[in-house]
């Protein structure tokens, strides 16, 4: 109801209040989209997201968030192929015990933390996966922390380059 949708030259604006910008995008000709700022809740999901960095997390109280950052290059996405996929953390479950895959896999001790070739990097926990559907891709980084969304917002205006360490650690 209160949004206000804004473009001027190459870019659009979504903002959610007066001062609050949800959504800036640019368009870099011949068709390259640039997400510069995305602050956007959805249920209990929330996505931070910039030109440098970006942050996934699910809510676990009215102010934690257990976040997740893990820095991909995916090689090869067929077309179904997710660059980050919420699901209900029990169904998640549910399909990867279902799901025969041919893919290796690799996991921490109590099975929380998953990655392998059919489902991407997998958080179980929050339901959420990144890479997924992705035959092929190379995890750099990944981190996984709880922290409030006005701490989340501050570590990426400040220092985007050190997200991961501040999900992981929470410093920068």
Not at 80 to 101: C, H, S, W
Not at 107 to 135: H, K, L, Y
């Amino acid at each position: 109801d209160g949004w206000d949708i804004k473009c001027v030259g190459s870019r659009m604006s979504v903002k959610r209040e007066k001062t609050n910008e949800g959504l800036r995008i640019r368009l870099d000709p011949p068709g390259r989209i640039v997400i510069e700022k995305l602050d956007m809740r959805f249920y209990d999901a929330h996505i931070l997201a910039s030109e440098k960095c970006y942050v996934v997390g699910r809510y676990i109280s009215k102010s934690d968030v257990s976040w997740a950052h893990c820095e991909v290059a995916m090689k090869s996405a067929p077309f179904q192929g997710r660059a980050i996929d919420f699901r209900d953390p029990k169904m998640l479950k549910q399909e990867y015990r279902n799901r025969v895959t041919d893919g290796t896999r690799m996991a921490t001790a109590c099975g929380n933390f998953v990655m392998e070739s059919g489902f991407g990097v997998i958080d179980f926990n929050m339901g959420i996966s990144i890479a997924r559907f992705c035959s092929a891709f190379d995890v750099y980084g990944a981190a996984f922390g709880i922290r409030s969304v006005s701490e989340m917002r501050k570590a990426m205006k400040l220092e985007p380059q050190e997200i991961r360490n501040f999900v992981g650690t929470g410093t920068q």
